[in-house]
């Protein structure tokens, strides 16, 4: 969601995302109350990483030596981004319980990276038990809402078992139970000394569970409903990512937003159009395949995952008559497609109406907090910093800025 | 939760909450990084409210003029909480509308109560947009959970209305729509100079609408279960703060816990016994009215609520037999009872043991925020400080710290 940048060097981004040279000054003494939450500068214990002039990792390296930095950067974004999306499609190929495992994995390192920069900003390093309480949390939240979903579709076969009998009857209860616990040792561990400090990392943690684990969850339940529901989405947000860069790498002249400084009007509004159009053919594509259109179900006879159905409504070829005035354009009366490919326009245009602000609030917030990432590309004036986050990061980008949302409709 | 203290007077307890002399004296240059965000004392601009040595209602001054300020504070108590047992009886009286139009206003109240510490915490007063914003999220959320609820139960007497039908198949997509658009305004708020306090705020509106709103939502959809539900556990949760205050008050020796200074032992333990034994005889008297123990019924014939049904069979008398052990003391082998009694000990197991800690986090939180209450009680020697919170917080005490767990267990 952070592609579209103007060709601007990094020297403005790192100026912006830093502090400024007079406002650096006045730190100190001169500092007023009011400054105080808003600009101190918390991070400085952590070490900024020494820009390095060129850190092309070194395989391609002799291949774009010839390059400027500006197309060295579009080469090196272009690879990378084949890469991952050939390793997106061949998890799609490894099926529903690899991408379960996929956003699972992803939403526990958002966990752990979030939470790492809410001890770094409060320095709650000492503080006792609060690690452990943040991922006894994590734990909790998601046995409640993992079994919310497990206890759906096992139902049928757990019958047989009356530990899981119970786990199920109970499931809200305990999971409640375990969270209280957790909630019962904070208020044990309460310190005098560090009273404000501990509610601060308490409600940080909370808002972190709020912002992973709910939405992993909505996006794991759309994933039962067909794996369409989760891919499509996914290519879309994928699809405005690239097309947003594209456009602003070619035609991109008036900035968008302050916040972040390298995006433009021209990405915005071609990254829009490119979306709904690819969208539209994601739709059809992935429309004709059982595979991905049948919800995913669990067997207990073959104790597997099957997607066999026959395909609901909105996944069978319908003919829609085509306006008058489109039809000389077409140069037929009617066109066959499938319903889904409606509900793909709506999707696109959200993934680039509302997507982008997900984008905007974590650039906010990475300069709210001068988060610095260690990564290799870290520092490279050619590569901008959403970039620079590692694979995972970027992957778990396009599922949460628009994960919850993309409910199915039906 | 928070009554069952020690009859020590208030210097103590002012001693804890406010900062300690040597802590006062070593502010200033000498405050470490570390303890920035903990001690600092940051409602510095919030006057003190002078304490005033006797703050006895004008009405009650000539009658309890002759007692120690001990018996002066149980005398207040006394009068207060009958005052607040009657004006629950009333409102319950008035029926289901009512509890639910009262739970919504404590709902709102504590949200404005939080909301404000924020801000004074933070200082953020000059913040753009803030404030309306903070309410906007509250009003979004509730269109979402009083939605959900109002759907399920006036479905059938809805189907005539095109638009309300039209809100209900779409509920979930229309408020979701709703809190994107407040969330596209914060990102557009966001103003450099304020990046990190924005982020504070954002996240504190979130805790506070995850604390006050889910809480009340689920309290109400108790309510529907029958108004049982939500009485038994309140009634239950007054018991025990008023017999935990009895018990403190004659036979309070040993402290409980370094957060509340004022609790100890004896009123824990004593406060258990009798909660579950009036619980017991609670869960009796409420169980054989259909007025309280049917399902709360919108019939869209009469336009109104109805509570008639055919009991369930929890709230029909059973027989049990009496282990044998027990027989010579009770006189009879078998007796009659409601199988909700036994729910109701673990209602009061629960209100009793677990209860405390959402007082102990209160009373964490007030310490760590440095809240001061500007009542008619404030700084009265005799009297504690959590009975000088209005009576609107004591409601709100009652209801949350025990609302979510209350659930039907049917």
């Known amino acids: ?36 939450y808003v600009d101190d500068d918390i991070d400085s214990d952590i070490r900024d990483v020494p820009p390095s002039s060129d850190s092309t990792p070194e395989v391609l390296k002799p291949v774009l030596s010839g390059l400027s930095s500006r197309w060295k950067n579009w080469w090196i974004r272009g690879i990378f981004s084949l890469t991952m999306i050939s390793l997106f499609f061949f998890l799609i190929y490894m099926g529903p319980v690899m991408l379960i495992l996929l956003v699972s994995a992803i939403q526990v390192k958002c966990f752990q990276e979030i939470i790492s920069i ?82 601060y990392m308490f409600g940080w943690t909370h808002v972190t569970l709020l912002i992973t684990v709910t939405q992993s969850h909505l996006v794991i339940q759309n994933l039962f409903e067909g794996m369409i529901w989760f891919i499509v989405p996914i290519s879309i947000v994928i699809c ?33 159009f490119m979306t709904v159009i690819f969208g539209f053919l994601f739709a059809y594509i992935f429309a004709q395949f059982q595979y991905f259109v049948c919800p995913v179900e669990y067997s207990s006879e073959t104790n597997s995952f099957s997607t066999k159905c026959k395909p609901s409504e909105i996944f069978r070829l319908h003919y829609y008559s085509v306006p008058a005035y489109l039809q000389p354009l077409l140069g037929r009366g009617t066109v066959s497609m499938y319903p889904f490919q409606i509900h793909s326009i709506a999707l696109s245009t959200f993934a680039s109406l509302i997507g982008p602000f997900g984008g905007f609030f974590a650039s906010g917030f990475k300069r709210a907090f001068k988060i610095k990432f260690n990564t290799w590309m870290q520092g490279n004036p050619g590569i901008n910093t959403s970039l620079t986050l590692p694979v995972i990061t970027r992957f778990s980008c396009w599922m949460f800025s628009h994960g919850t949302a993309l409910c199915p409709v039906n």
Chains 1, 2 share one sequence.
């Not at 100026?15 to 007079?22: K, N, Q, T």
């Not at 409640?144 to 199920?168: C, K, M, N, P, W």
């Open 118 to 199: 809410g001890h770094r900003v409060y320095r709650s390093f000492e503080l006792p038990w609060f690690r452990t309480l943040s991922w006894y949390f994590l734990l909790c939240v998601n046995y409640f809402f993992y079994g919310e979903t497990l206890a759906d579709y096992f139902a049928t076969s757990v019958q047989r078992e009356e530990i899981l009998q119970f786990l199920i009857r109970y499931h809200r209860f305990i999971s409640f139970a375990f969270y209280l616990i957790g909630f019962c040792i904070f208020v044990l561990s309460l310190v005098k000394k560090h009273y404000r400090l501990q509610f």
């Open 1 to 36: 969601m952070t592609a579209y940048y103007r060709q601007t060097d990094m020297a403005e981004l790192r100026r912006r995302g830093g502090r400024e040279p007079e406002q650096d000054s006045s730190t100190g003494k001169e500092t007023t109350r009011e400054d105080k």
């Open 240 to 272: 405005n990512d690239i097309m947003a860069y594209l456009f602003g790498f070619f035609f991109g002249r008036t900035p968008l937003i302050k916040l972040s400084p390298k995006k433009t009007w021209e990405g915005f509004i071609g990254g829009f």
